[in-house]
């Protein structure tokens, strides 16, 4: 009573297959002895091993036995031996939280394993050993030679997963009625249409996130110009990458750009080299992303409209919070992966798989990160620097090592750790203004990460981190000059404090500071009063401006020239300590300067 039609049916074949003869289990279809490799061999052996006898995959075996503890594909065999990591052992590479099933396991669990689970073979193990291996192709020839035997395997399959009422429910309609052009277009081209990646996880996750991205399996340029000359806007072409970028005025006037991208597969000539691009299916497409959870897409041209793409589990890892990438060469190939690893780590409150982090400290092993651009690091590390909690980034990046692999000196140290907390809360005092000025993050945490540090180390994080050059001595410079201002602003508080300290004086120590600066300074402060005097001189004396300016000089008879600069000079100082609070008094003290200067205005 309590099953569907469809299970009732599936349970009725089921069973009258097992009556009409006795079922076969895992050891009427293995192969026997299995082939297989050692984990402490090298990747070259193993795929010299795979080459000879024409396999996709073997079992790994525990060194001189025969219990199986991973499996190695010939494919991530080829590609770490082409990346001249032929040398490095199979246990590096090789995936691990495998299923093995006994003997007399029936075929629903095979398959259950090799379809559901993805996994290319089974060990069949008998008392902890290996005696056989039951492959994907052992498992077609079953379907294709004994008809009547049912795949009964558990399996929830995700690409089938309609997902129109998140879409209409946890989107604004500006983005609902995007996508569903998109979709009436692709049905027009005859174009399947995909929107990807991070949209499609933070959807699943109700986070928000409209930042669109379109995969198209087809001619991706074309249907650019289609949906640009619907939104009224341009395409700026990028042949060379099959992508495009649409660019259009939304309903209030504000610029809107959307990604638009041929399906395409990636492929790396080297470790941490940049992707070769070659045209390709949604499936290889999702291949080449970071993280199961990246790999997800729903179908726009399709009735019913919203279907869930999920080839790798990444359903699967966001309701576990896990973060997992597609292959074990998956950082070699992209070392930065490792650090936006840690970023969706703490985003998420996900953790990094073990088989993750273990590539991860296998990358270091290598020195991989050591191959990246400095362009490249910089773009992961400002990334970091915008998330929500960059510390806690900053605090799992020292501890799985990567910091110290990007530079000796950006390791923590309590003193680090302290101030890195410190400057977010200044940086969160600071939104909560709503001042137009924007903030660099990405500087005023590398001023955390340089806490207590000298020049040359300071120097070195800066190259590590691959800052702009650029920038370089502007502001190397302005940290040194802060270090000498900092025992000075203690001073200035104790006389002010005690009625003899002006606010010019305060304004004249901090001037030459970029507002990133005063926030790392304020940030180290722990004298509230001094502290309180800081937040007002960001807020408010940093802000102000003299009631006259130039053309009141000129009004006044004062001839342009050098000393207009004085006296506005003057102006303002006078004005920040009370002396000149208004225009009147302000040209009164321009009047007495010019006549001290010899100039004699009417």
């Excluded at 991989?368 to 651009?373: F, V, W």
């Excluded at 400002?382 to 000196?409: N, Q, V």
Aim: charged share 25%; hydrophobic share 40%.
């Amino acid at each position: 009573r309590n099953l569907t039609l469809n299970e009732v049916h599936d349970a009725i074949v089921r069973n009258l297959h097992m009556q009409a003869g006795p079922e076969k289990t895992a050891s009427d279809y293995m192969s026997s002895p299995a082939v297989g490799i050692e984990s402490d061999r090298s990747m070259r052996e193993a795929d010299t091993l795979m080459m000879h006898f024409g396999l996709k995959a073997v079992p790994v075996f525990k060194p001189g036995t025969r219990r199986c503890i991973g499996i190695l594909d010939a494919q991530t065999a080829s590609r770490a031996t082409s990346h001249k990591l032929g040398d490095r052992p199979v246990d590096d590479y090789m995936r691990r939280n495998i299923k093995s099933l006994a003997p007399d396991a029936p075929l629903r669990d095979i398959s259950s394993i090799i379809v559901g689970g993805r996994q290319r073979l089974v060990p069949i193990v008998d008392k902890e050993l290996v005696v056989g291996v039951v492959t994907r192709t052992d498992l077609i020839n079953v379907m294709t030679s004994e008809p009547g035997q049912v795949l009964d395997y558990q399996e929830n399959n995700s690409r089938e997963r309609n997902v129109a009422k998140l879409l209409r429910d946890r989107l604004p309609a500006r983005v609902r009625h995007l996508l569903e052009l998109a979709g009436r277009l692709g049905q027009r081209l005859n174009m399947p249409v995909y929107v990807v990646g991070g949209f499609v996880r933070d959807l699943l996750l109700d986070r928000p996130n409209h930042d669109v991205d379109f995969v198209v399996e087809g001619e991706g340029v074309a249907f650019a110009r289609a949906l640009a000359a619907e939104l009224g806007g341009r395409v700026r072409e990028h042949r060379k990458f099959l992508t495009s970028m649409v660019i259009y005025h939304d309903e209030d006037g504000l610029e809107q750009r959307i990604d638009v991208a041929t399906a395409r597969l990636e492929y790396y000539e080297s470790p941490a080299a940049l992707p070769t691009v070659e045209l390709s299916s949604i499936k290889m497409d999702l291949f080449r992303r970071d993280f199961t959870i990246n790999a997800l897409a729903i179908r726009l041209d399709c009735t019913p409209y919203g279907q869930l793409v999920d080839f790798f589990g990444g359903q699967r890892d966001i309701k576990e919070g896990v973060l997992r990438v597609l292959h074990t060469l998956s950082f070699v190939e992209d070392p930065t992966r490792s650090l936006r690893a840690v970023r969706f780590e703490q985003r998420y409150g996900f953790h990094i798989g073990p088989s993750a982090e273990k590539l991860i400290k296998n990358l270091l092993s290598l020195h991989m990160l050591d191959k990246l651009s400095g362009k490249r690091i910089f773009n992961e590390y400002t990334h970091i620097c915008d998330e929500d909690d960059p510390a806690a980034c900053f605090e799992r990046l020292d501890g799985l090592g990567l910091l110290r692999a990007l530079g000796p000196s950006l390791t923590l140290t309590p003193s680090k750790r302290q101030i890195l907390q410190q400057v977010r809360s200044m940086l969160n005092w600071y939104r909560l203004l709503y001042f137009d000025e924007s903030v660099e993050n990405w500087l005023i945490y590398f001023l955390a990460l340089g806490h207590r540090l000298n020049y040359a180390e300071v120097s070195a994080n800066f190259a590590a981190l691959g800052l702009p050059e650029g920038r370089k001595q502007e502001i190397l410079q302005q940290r040194e000059s802060m270090r000498h201002v900092q025992p000075r602003l203690a001073r200035w508080q104790k006389a002010f404090e005690a009625g003899t300290g002006r606010i010019s004086e305060l304004y004249l120590l901090l001037e030459k500071f970029s507002l990133e600066f005063l926030l790392y300074i304020m940030a180290g402060v722990e004298d509230s009063g001094l502290q309180k005097n800081l937040s007002r001189y960001i807020t408010q004396w940093r802000r102000e401006k003299p009631d006259i300016d130039g053309r009141d000089l000129r009004d006044m008879g004062i001839a342009p020239g050098p000393l207009f600069g004085r006296i506005l000079r003057a102006v303002l100082v006078g004005k920040l300590d009370g002396e000149t609070p208004d225009a009147d008094s302000q040209r009164r003290l321009a009047l007495d300067m010019a006549r001290q200067e010899g100039v004699f205005p009417k």
